[in-house]
C-alpha cells in the first residue's frame, strides 16, 4: 500500500510585512500554516535581512524592496506574495533564477478604481471642485455655468483591461455613451464603441480616462498633440500611470481654458511616504482634482488583496501550481492526494530532465505523471510518484548538477 505523506505545514515559516490584512493571516491559518510572523510596519535592512533569512514564504507590500543582495541570503524562501498590484519591488529576474516565484494581486481593486472615476467624472463635469475651492475660502458660487449631468456625454476609455472595462459598465449604467481605445482588440461590453484610433477616441469624448499600463508606448501618451485634439471643454483623468500624461502641456491646457477641468491620482514624481511633501504644478488650479494614488485603496480592495495573494501562495505550496506567478514559468495543477509529489526546478540546460527521471527509474519507481514547463532560464518539472517514498530520492534530485531547488510534496 501506497503510504500517505503530508506537507509539515507548521514547518513553514510565513512572514507577513507592512499591515498585510488579516484576511491573507485567517486564509494561511484556515490552510494550516500556523507558523506566521505578521508586521505592521516595514522593517529596516538589517531586520528584514534577518526575518527573510528565516523564511519560506515573504508577503510584503509596496515598500519593501526585495533586491537581489537580499535575496542570495533567503536560503529557505520558496515563494513571494506581492499583496499589491505592481512587483517592482522585487528582484523578480534574481528570484526566478533562484526558483522563487513571485505573485500578486492584479484586479483585486480594479472596482476601487472604477468607482473613483466615475466620482470624479460627475464632480469634474458639475464644476463641484472649483465650487467646493471657493466655498472652503467663504465665497459662493452658486450657478448652473459650467456644469453638466454626465447621462448622453461621451466617455472615452484608452486602456480597455480590467479597470476599463468596468468604468464601461458603470458609465453605461449613469446612461453615458461610451467609447473606447485599445491595441488590442477586446469584446465591447454593452453598447461600447470601439474606435480605431487614439484621436478618433480624443475627438468624440467629453471625458478622457486613462486605464493604461506603464509602457514605452503609453509614456507621455497624452501631451500638447493629444490634448489640442480633445474636445474643448473637456475633462481629463489619470488613474493610470503618472509618465502618461505630460504635466507641462496639461497645465497650458488648463489655462488656456481647453480642458475644462482635470483629475489626477498618479504623477510622474511621487511622495515616496506621507511625510515626504507633495509639490505639482496643478496645485495652482482649483478645477483639478489631486489624490495621492489612492485609485485602488479602499478596505475592501486591501482584504481582497490579502485573501487573493494568499490563496495563490498556499496554492504553490500546496501543490506547486506557479499558474499567476508574475516571474516564472506557469504551471496549473491541483493536488493530488495518492501520490507523493516532487518539485524540481532546474537551469533550462539539454539533460538535466533526463537525469531527473533516471533517479526515478533507477529505483524502479514508477511516474505517474509529469509536467514539464520551460523559458529560456529555467525548467520546472512536477513529477508525480505512486510508490512508497524513498528517502534517498530528495538528495539525489538535489545533487543533480543545474538543479535550483527541489521540494517533496504530500
Ligand atoms: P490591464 O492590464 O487589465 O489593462 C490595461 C489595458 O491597456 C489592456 O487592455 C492593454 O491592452 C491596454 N493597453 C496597453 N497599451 C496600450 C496602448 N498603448 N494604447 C491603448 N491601450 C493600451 O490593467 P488594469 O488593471 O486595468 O490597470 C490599468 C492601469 O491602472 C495600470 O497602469 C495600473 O498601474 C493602474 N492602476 C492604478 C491604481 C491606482 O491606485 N490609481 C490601482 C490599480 C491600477
Known amino acids: 500500500m501506497v503510504k500517505k505523506y503530508s506537507l509539515n505545514k507548521e514547518k513553514i515559516k510565513v512572514l507577513l510585512l507592512e499591515g498585510i490584512h488579516k484576511s491573507a493571516t ?20 538589517a531586520e528584514l535581512q534577518e526575518k527573510v533569512r528565516q523564511a519560506s514564504i515573504v508577503g510584503i507590500r509596496s515598500r519593501t524592496h526585495l533586491t537581489k543582495e537580499l535575496l ?29 516565484p513571485v505573485f500578486n494581486a492584479p484586479f483585486s481593486n480594479t472596482r476601487s478604481v472604477a468607482e473613483l472615476v466615475i466620482a470624479e467624472c460627475i464632480l469634474l463635469m458639475r464644476n463641484i471642485p472649483v465650487k467646493n475651492a471657493a466655498a472652503h475660502k467663504g465665497k459662493w458660487l452658486k450657478s448652473a455655468s459650467n456644469s453638466f449631468e454626465v447621462r448622453d456625454k461621451n466617455i472615452g476609455i484608452i486602456g480597455y483591461g480590467h479597470i476599463g472595462s468596468q468604468v464601461s459598465i458603470l458609465a453605461e449604467s449613469l446612461g453615458m455613451n461610451v467609447y473606447y481605445y485599445d491595441i488590442v482588440k477586446k469584446l465591447s461590453l454593452g453598447k461600447a464603441v470601439a474606435c480605431s484610433s487614439l484621436e478618433e477616441l480624443l475627438a468624440v469624448s467629453h471625458i478622457v480616462t486613462l486605464h493604461v499600463p506603464e509602457t514605452q508606448h503609453t509614456r507621455k501618451m497624452i501631451g500638447e498633440r493629444e490634448l489640442a485634439l480633445m474636445r474643448r471643454g473637456s475633462c481629463l483623468l489619470n488613474l493610470a500611470r503618472g509618465s502618461v500624461v505630460v504635466i507641462p502641456a496639461l497645465v497650458e491646457a488648463l489655462k488656456s481654458g481647453h480642458i475644462l477641468g482635470a483629475a489626477l491620482d498618479v504623477f510622474p514624481e ?41 490563496e495563490k501562495l498556499v496554492h504553490y505550496s500546496d501543490t506547486g501550481s506557479s499558474i499567476g506567478a508574475t516571474n516564472f514559468v506557469q504551471i496549473s495543477l491541483q493536488p493530488n492526494r495518492n501520490v507523493q509529489r516532487f518539485l ?47 528517502s534517498t530520492i530528495l538528495p539525489e534530485l538535489k545533487s543533480i548538477e543545474g538543479t535550483i531547488r527541489v521540494r517533496m510534496l504530500f
Open 26 to 45: 485567517d486564509f494561511f491559518l484556515a490552510n494550516g500554516y500556523t507558523n506566521i510572523e505578521s508586521l505592521s510596519y516595514a522593517p529596516d535592512e
Open 72 to 100: 542570495q541570503t533567503a536560503e529557505k524562501l520558496f515563494t513571494i506574495g506581492c499583496f499589491s498590484i505592481g512587483t517592482n519591488q522585487v528582484d523578480g529576474r534574481i528570484a526566478k533564477l533562484m526558483g522563487i
Open 270 to 310: 511621487e511622495p515616496t511616504s506621507n511625510n515626504d511633501p507633495f509639490i505639482s504644478e496643478l496645485q495652482q488650479f482649483d478645477n483639478v482634482i489631486l489624490s495621492p494614488h489612492v485609485g485602488g485603496s479602499t478596505m475592501e480592495a486591501q482584504e481582497k488583496i490579502g485573501t487573493e495573494v494568499a
Open 344 to 390: 524540481h526546478i532546474h537551469k533550462n540546460e539539454p539533460g538535466i530532465l533526463k537525469e531527473v527521471n533516471y533517479v526515478f527509474t533507477s529505483k524502479g519507481i514508477n511516474i505517474a505523471a509529469e509536467y514539464l514547463q520551460t523559458d529560456n532560464d529555467i525548467g520546472y518539472v512536477i513529477i508525480d510518484t505512486d510508490s512508497k517514498l524513498d
